[in-house]
T-cell receptor, first 113, second 114 residues
Framework: QQQVKQSPQSLIVQKGGISIINCAYE??????FPWYQQFPGKGPALLIA?????SEKKEGRFTISFNKSAKQFSLHIMDSQPGDSATYFC????????????FGSGTQLTVLP | ETGVTQSPTHLIKTRGQQVTLRCSSQ?????VSWYQQALGQGPQFIFQ???????GRGNFPPRFSGLQFPNYSSELNVNALELDDSALYLC?????????????FGSGTRLTVV
């Protein structure tokens, strides 16, 4: 059962544009929503994360928007750069000792120069 | 501060064989988790180890097993390899009690089963 659905599968934007990636979750017990960035041949790296008590979190060019009632969250990359070209994964977990992350299927972002 | 290191980086095994993958945690981290990432997919949680004991397991059969050592390094063992076990295996370390529960992932071991 896929508990975190991510879209789109791939995304192409021009340099300077806004990249938007969306995720939807099913399990209302989830209380931690991170985004990871993965370059080829590397492991995922934590980009930004949010908890459901806030609706938005911004770190530099990266913003998470969170809609608890709709069970959706999204990543916005402002002023996208070619160096942002990577695969992005949303994830979710619930409080507990294991902190097991459930990942989305990923979005391959290409930023054209 | 050292990151998470995994070995080997690549491995080719034959169906039915057994494999051991190794992981050294980031300095200061006491929890190790293992994930399987099939090509073009997101990582899937296999299990987590804390204080040398399994502390949470995903939907993986018992032929996937692990160990955590006193220095917080870890091993992932897979018995009776199947073709579908071909994937990138990621180790992630974290620190129990850390507010943001941020994982640090290694670069992974690419396992190919033929």
């Amino acid at each position: 059962q896929q508990q975190v659905k991510q879209s789109p599968q791939s995304l192409i934007v021009q340099k300077g544009g806004i990249s938007i990636i969306n995720c939807a979750y099913e399990n209302t017990a989830f209380d931690y929503f991170p985004w990871y960035q993965q370059f080829p041949g590397k492991g995922p790296a934590l980009l930004i994360a949010i908890r459901p008590d806030v609706s938005e979190k911004k770190e530099g060019r990266f913003t998470i928007s969170f809609n608890k009632s709709a069970k959706q969250f999204s990543l916005h990359i402002m002023d996208s750069q070619p160096g942002d070209s990577a695969t992005y994964f949303c994830a979710a977990s619930r409080d507990g000792s294991a902190r097991q992350l459930t990942f989305g299927s990923g979005t391959q972002l290409t930023v054209l120069p | 501060e050292t990151g998470v290191t995994q070995s080997p980086t690549h491995l080719i095994k034959t169906r039915g064989q057994q494999v051991t993958l190794r992981c050294s945690s980031q300095s200061g981290h006491n929890t190790v988790s293992w994930y399987q990432q099939a090509l073009g997919q997101g990582p899937q949680f296999i299990f987590q180890y804390y204080r040398e004991e399994e502390n949470g397991r995903g939907n993986f059969p018992p032929r996937f097993s692990g160990l955590q050592f006193p220095n917080y390094s870890s091993e992932l063992n897979v018995n009776a390899l199947e073709l579908d076990d071909s994937a990138l295996y990621l180790c992630a370390s974290s620190s129990r009690g850390q507010a943001n529960y941020g994982y640090t992932f290694g670069s992974g071991t690419r396992l190919t089963v033929v």
